[in-house]
Nanobody
């Protein structure tokens, strides 16, 4: 499985961005996907996750109500709509996919930078 993020950039506080994650390869076997972020000097944290069917989602408290995760299974693409962005949302955002087997397989994108300015 290969994951490629796009859509990052510079935005003012209060603005919006939409990130995309295009998956290729053995996408049929993917069970769930998610978005993580890592700010300078901090650990990587999961901020949103979604089942492959899109029926189950969950969010970190820090983004609940502002970010929306979605998936277009036909396009093998996952999205993260980010609204009301705050300075503390500045981070590198990573796409993640997991194939659940006896030994779960995890895949990561290369990351895309999101910078929120005042």
């Amino acid at each position: 499985v290969q994951l490629v993020e796009s859509g990052g950039g510079l935005v003012q506080a209060g603005g919006s961005l939409r990130l995309s994650c295009a998956a290729s390869g053995n996408t049929f076997s993917i069970n769930a996907m998610g978005w993580y972020r890592q700010a300078p000097g901090k650990e990587r944290e999961r901020i949103a996750a979604i089942s492959k069917s899109g029926g189950i989602t969950n969010y970190a408290d820090s983004v609940q109500g502002r970010f929306t995760i979605s998936i277009d299974d036909a396009k093998n693409t996952m999205y993260l709509q980010m609204n009301s962005l705050k300075l503390e949302d500045t981070a590198v955002y990573f796409c993640h996919a997991v194939i659940v087997t006896a030994r779960p397989q995890e895949y990561w994108g290369q990351g895309t930078q999101v910078t929120v300015s005042s």
